[in-house]
T-cell receptor, first 114, second 112 residues
Framework: DAGVIQSPRHEVTEMGQEVTLRCKPI?????LFWYRQTMMRGLELLIY????????DSGMPEDRFSAKMPNASFSTLKIQPSEPRDSAVYFC????????????FGDGTRLSIL | QKEVEQNSGPLSVPEGAIASLNCTYS??????FFWYRQYSGKSPELIMS????GDKEDGRFTAQLNKASQYVSLLIRDSQPSDSATYLC????????????FGKGITLSVRP
């Protein structure tokens, strides 16, 4: 079975550019999560969706970050404009939307903003 | 603020020893508990889940949960160099829209 699929795997871009990260959850999973991981702050939840609806975006650092889930099989995380401090690994994870279900992670996008 | 603490580490054990990884959490209403393993440069991988007090064994791994003490641990028996990784404790609260809170992780090194 295919796991969570993220693209691109690596992204290097200049400060001020728009960055779009993409995620396809595991088929049948109806919860989707976006995380950011850095050495300093560890794994931070940015936003999560249940049945394509954003439930909690309190982790989104600022208005430069936005996320959408137009359908059950696709989500995007956009940063505009990007800044060097956004450099991190961004993970997407999905799960069944029943309270005790574990999350399964994609391979991540390693983002470098120059 | 719901917190998950993994304070001890990094941890180094010789091959064949038992590695003990500990985690405490602040939300007394937490319902489900997970251990993830993350190799350097890779994504977190689920290795254990536990939902009720006591021990749960899966191969060389044993998860232990004590809700009264708000404590969850992971024991790795017969540690192998391939177990060298960062181990993340994650705790899920109660409710339909609950979310996982992750600890910062413990880095384990198994010496050959």
């Amino acid at each position: 079975d295919a796991g969570v699929i993220q693209s691109p795997r690596h992204e290097v871009t200049e400060m001020g550019q728009e960055v779009t990260l993409r995620c396809k959850p595991i088929s049948g999973h109806n919860s989707l999560f976006w995380y950011r991981q850095t050495m300093m702050r560890g794994l931070e939840l940015l936003i999560y969706f249940n049945n394509n609806v954003p439930i909690d975006d309190s982790g989104m650092p600022e208005d430069r970050f936005s996320a959408k889930m137009p359908n059950a099989s696709f989500s995007t995380l956009k940063i505009q404009p990007s800044e060097p401090r956004d450099s991190a690994v961004y993970f997407c994870a999905s799960s069944l939307a029943r309270g005790n279900q574990p999350q399964h992670f994609g391979d991540g996008t390693r983002l470098s903003i120059l | 603020q719901k917190e998950v603490e993994q304070n001890s580490g990094p941890l180094s054990v010789p091959e064949g020893a038992i590695a003990s990884l500990n985690c405490t959490y602040s939300d007394r209403g937490s319902q489900s508990f997970f251990w993830y393993r993350q190799y350097s440069g890779k994504s977190p991988e689920l290795i254990m889940s536990i939902y009720s007090n006591g021990d749960k064994e899966d191969g060389r791994f044993t998860a232990q949960l004590n809700k009264a003490s708000q404590y969850v641990s992971l024991l790795i028996r017969d540690s192998q160099p391939s177990d060298s990784a960062t181990y993340l404790c994650a705790v899920n609260g109660a409710g339909a829209n609950s979310k996982l809170t992750f600890g910062k992780g413990i880095t384990l090194s198994v010496r050959p």
